[in-house]
């Protein structure tokens, strides 16, 4: 019996060819080759029932991930082997809240979100609860990455070659600091000490009692992004790599970890280091081996990501969505419309928060 099914397998036809985009809009578009002496061509969806489909066909899915089947139906009535495509239908956009030129940067304090408005030169607060603007604070020039604090909100300014500090008890600037160059990402370490990238090749620590800088640190490459995780900054590089930098000796340590090309944003997950790419990779960073133990090709330009339901959301900044990956495989699972350009991202409460850099938009998706 065993071996007549086997040899019954055997015989069967080959399975159509079917290729679909792996992210789309609802109804998802499928395009099905058939073999040769097929008489009609069959698919469903997650093991549904059965449907003819025609070499180009639409079907309307619920927003999430499905498993699209299709087989032939051959001259004698005999089926071929089944070929299996998995799409993610995506959700509609939630409503958005409006901050205002074009942001770039984001960062929280408590129920505060600050976001940097690269080209209108504001911090802009906004509460998390009243999902409503209370508080712009005029920096100047074309600003870049933020980061907040109780006691500060910093602001790099990428074409003025400084960081400025602003106070959010008064919404006023009360310091601005040299550090040249084109200055990214901003973080703070365990010690409360700031700490700046730049794209010439450095990362500057400020001290907060002083408003100077203390140490500058040099890079393989231009930084893009920081971000602490226990004792360590690691910090994502213009040509592609990862470095860590100890904070308490201001000295990178270990060697340089290759992911692809413009690193763009971090997250710390249960999982290792997740990056996303400009270049379109996000990858898995093992941080005790120093290795990419997974790189998944995304639909399109990888910027921000975040850690949000289980689930690593990254903004695909050309293609309109956020898009959720499996921390451990990183399967597509879910996407949701986060505006025309989404940008930066974080996690407040259970609430992710997507920056929509052309709208001027943040955008709430409860994961």
Known sequence: M??????????????????????????????????????????????????????????????????????????????????????????????????????????????????????????????????????????????????????????????????????????????????????????????????VGNLDGSAKRIDPATNLVTTTVGLPSGASTLLPVENVIWIGLQNGSLVSLDPATAALTGSAVHVAPDVDALVSTPNGLWASTFGGTAALVDTGSRRVVRRVRLPGQGSGIAYAGGQVWVSVYDRRYALALDPATGAFLAAVHAGVQPRDSLVVGSTLWVLDQLTGALVPITP
């Open 2 to 195: 065993i071996a007549v099914a086997l040899a019954s397998f055997a015989l069967a036809a080959p399975p159509p060819r079917i290729s679909l985009d792996p992210v789309q809009d609802s109804p998802v578009v499928v395009r099905l080759a058939s073999r040769p002496r097929t008489r009609r061509l069959v698919c469903s969806v997650d093991g549904g029932r059965p449907r003819t489909c025609g070499r180009t066909t639409r079907l309307r899915l619920s927003p999430g991930r499905h498993t699209v089947s299709a087989w032939g139906v051959m001259r004698g009535g005999r089926s071929s082997r089944r070929a299996r495509a998995v799409v993610v239908a995506t959700q509609r956009e939630p409503k958005t809240v409006a901050v205002g030129g074009q942001p770039v940067g984001i960062s929280a304090y408590g129920n505060a979100i600050w976001v940097s408005d690269g080209s209108g030169g504001n911090a802009v607060r906004v509460d998390t609860d009243t999902r409503q603007v209370t508080a712009r604070v005029a920096i100047g020039g074309q600003l870049g990455g933020i980061a907040a604090t109780g006691a500060a909100v910093w602001v790099s300014v990428f074409d003025g070659g400084r960081v400025v500090r602003a106070d959010p008890a008064t919404n006023a600037v009360v310091a601005r600091v040299g550090v040249g160059g084109q200055p990214t990402s901003i973080a703070v370490d365990a010690g409360g000490q700031i700490w």
